[in-house]
């Protein structure tokens, strides 16, 4: 008798949590900016939240479940089929805190991507679907630059050798976004 007490409970709480995975995606659906043709790609619980890969008409995007406000935070729109193989985009939300970064990988040769700020830095969660590649990172703060400092965000795209191929952000040289390497 108490296993089967135990059971019901167990039963009974993962429905429960089944229930709050299904009302926070019905939830993001509702918010995305084009909800027609919205499609999830991707989602999974992360520290304090969920982490959601979705694509529309405009492109790719990446969305935050925040588990504190109950809401979702979606960033702008990245290439879904970029050109010269990386796409990117962010999103800052001090408020949670919470920053988002994710893109859109569609050159074999990436391997691996890596988001640099001032002193800290995270090589991203590459994600193999059967309709892409796709990455995301997730940041508590996007550190600002030091007095007198160019905005040291950087975001690089690895290669198989360890090269990196694709780039953004401001280099000894100066600013620099897109490929440095020939697509093979």
């Not at 709050?20 to 999830?40: C, G, R, W, Y």
Request: with cysteine; net charge neutral.
């Amino acid at each position: 008798m108490k296993h089967l007490l135990v059971f019901v409970l167990l039963v009974t709480a993962l429905s429960g949590c089944l229930s709050l995975t299904n009302n926070a995606i019905d939830q993001l659906m509702k918010s995305v900016p084009f909800p027609e043709s919205t499609h999830l790609l991707y989602s999974t619980n992360v520290d304090n939240g969920k982490i959601a890969l979705i694509i529309d008409e405009s492109g790719f995007r990446t969305a935050f479940y925040s588990n504190r406000i109950n809401n979702w935070n979606i960033t702008g729109n990245a290439d879904a089929y970029p050109k010269d193989g990386f796409s990117w985009t962010m999103l800052n939300a001090p408020y949670i805190p919470i920053v988002i970064f994710g893109g859109v990988i569609n050159d074999d040769n990436i391997t691996a991507v890596l988001v640099k700020q001032r002193t800290l830095s995270k090589r991203a969660n590459v994600i193999n679907l059967n309709q892409g590649r796709y990455w995301y990172v997730l940041f508590d703060n996007l550190e600002q630059p030091e007095m007198n400092e160019s905005d040291p965000l950087k975001v690089e795209a690895i290669s198989k050798s360890g090269e990196v191929i694709w780039k953004n952000g401001v280099y000894e040289d100066g600013f620099f976004s897109g490929r440095i390497t020939k697509q093979k």
